[in-house]
């Protein structure tokens, strides 16, 4: 149980101002079952028995927060972040992708680079994400053992390409689809509820139609979601039009292939016409809005304030490695900038307002959880949900900011959106499981 403290302007992800939050252990997780004010302490503890021992009252520099929910990363490009941002997307894919994409048939080094991948992204806070992984059954297989391993909540898609990539990375149609059938039955025979395996074509142009219907009636099977991307630069889209000549937009390929449904995510949408817009929001698609890598690989700005005020899903993925920096953290960061870019090079005169602190972190949290579906069990503090969190300490040790007696609670969560990193977060809870341990562990294990 923790005593918890968190302005007021946050309210509608957290709650109260002063509160206490109560996990208790249902089916193997930790579910929130009274979030009350902190006076109440004694009258709770009467009520339901619980050790004044197993109270945690938070400091002044600490405060809880709910986990960060990254909608759209590539877990096997972690081992090149921070590198190769001097190409354009279809280009970088190219050099640099597929190349290094294609060296995850070797399971050991998968298993290296998967172990340091989730380490780093649980390390940053991201309690539930959203991974890309390769074409490779066994090396994807591998992926979720670690994930499972280090306890983050997960979705994780095999990669599928059978078309437009180079011979030493793509696969046979039917291999694709057989490969991705055992993928689903293996990780849904685990029973692992934190666990989700997502149908990943990687885009339309490594995709036939013949590919991308098969996946969608995988999906459509088992109720499972879909992740790709969708309208990421210019030169995409008229590859698009090129390869898929019968079909009224990019996005209509998905949706004659049955991979437009509520439990789709797809990144970035910055190139979509209105009807294509339209489209997504009828049928209830989620979007990832991946601003950093939108800028470093030069693809474009996406406006968030529009596909908020369309109604559309929305959230934020790192989008490793076409984003350069694994933390939403950043992602929060980015998102504001290229708001604020969009503000007065598109809107100049017009009563157009940017992204603030409040609305990212909403994005990062709670928005990421609407994307992802899974908003009845994670995303904010609210009875019923279980208990993804952060422990988060404004004075910790070699913190990247400075706090002074001015300072509001307010203002040091607005520094620890803007200044923080890894080092402010002291624990990291998915399910009411501490998994800060246990990520600490696998990584001095490998």
């Not at 339901?48 to 520099?61: A, Q």
């Not at 940053?124 to 992926?143: D, N, R, V």
């Not at 685990?190 to 009636?217: D, H, Y």
Request: proline letters at 3%; hydrophobic letters at 40%.
């Amino acid at each position: 149980m923790f005593i918890n403290k968190l302005p007021s302007c946050l309210e509608a992800i957290c709650m109260v101002v002063k509160m206490i939050i109560f996990p208790l252990i249902r089916h193997k997780s930790r579910i929130i079952v009274f979030i009350e004010e902190a006076v109440k302490l004694d009258e709770l503890q009467s009520l339901w028995k619980f050790s004044i021992n197993n109270v945690c009252l938070l400091s002044d520099s600490q405060f809880l927060m709910p986990g960060l929910v990254d909608t759209h990363i590539h877990a096997s490009q972690y081992v090149y972040t921070g590198t190769a941002l001097d190409l354009g997307l279809l280009e970088w894919l190219e050099k640099y992708t597929f190349p290094i994409e294609s060296t995850f048939k070797d399971l050991k080094f998968a298993e290296h680079a998967y172990t340091k991948a989730v380490h780093r992204v649980v390390k940053s806070g991201t309690t539930t994400a959203c991974y890309f992984a390769t074409i490779h059954l066994q090396g994807t297989i591998k992926l979720c053992q670690i994930i499972s391993d280090v306890g983050q909540r997960a979705l994780v898609g095999k990669v599928n390409m059978d078309c437009n990539s180079p011979d030493f990375y793509q696969e046979d149609s039917t291999d694709s689809i057989q490969d991705t059938e055992r993928f689903v039955e293996t990780l849904l025979n685990q029973g692992n509820a934190n666990l989700i395996p997502v149908l990943t074509p990687r885009f339309a142009l490594t995709c036939t139609p013949k590919l991308m219907s098969a996946l969608g009636e995988i999906a459509a099977s088992h109720n499972l979601p879909i992740q790709s991307h969708l309208g990421e630069s210019k030169g995409e889209l008229d590859a698009v039009r090129s390869m898929h000549p019968g079909y009224d937009s990019y996005s209509d390929v998905y949706d004659k292939c049955g991979l437009l449904t509520s439990r789709t995510i797809m990144a970035h949408c910055i190139y979509l016409t209105e009807d294509e817009l339209n489209l997504l929001k009828t049928r209830g698609v989620g979007v990832s809005h991946c601003p950093n890598s939108n800028t470093s690989i030069r693809s474009g700005l996406m406006d968030a304030r529009d596909m908020l005020d369309r109604g559309i899903k929305l959230g934020l993925g790192t989008d490793v490695s076409g984003g350069y920096h694994p933390s939403m953290l950043d992602a929060m960061r980015q998102a504001i900038q290229v708001s604020n870019i969009v503000s007065f090079e598109h809107h100049e005169g017009e009563n157009y307002k940017p992204l603030d602190y409040r609305e990212v972190f909403r994005l990062a949290t709670l928005g990421g959880s609407q994307v992802l579906n899974l908003e009845d069990k994670i995303g904010n503090f609210e009875v019923g949900k279980e208990f993804d969190a952060l422990l988060v300490n404004f004075e910790a040790l070699d913190s990247p900011f400075d706090v002074f007696e001015r300072d509001t609670l307010e203002d040091k969560i607005q520094k620890f959106i803007f200044l923080g990193d890894d080092r402010n977060i002291e624990e990291v809870y998915v399910a009411g499981k501490n998994i800060t341990c246990n990520n600490k562990l696998h990584c001095k294990l490998h």
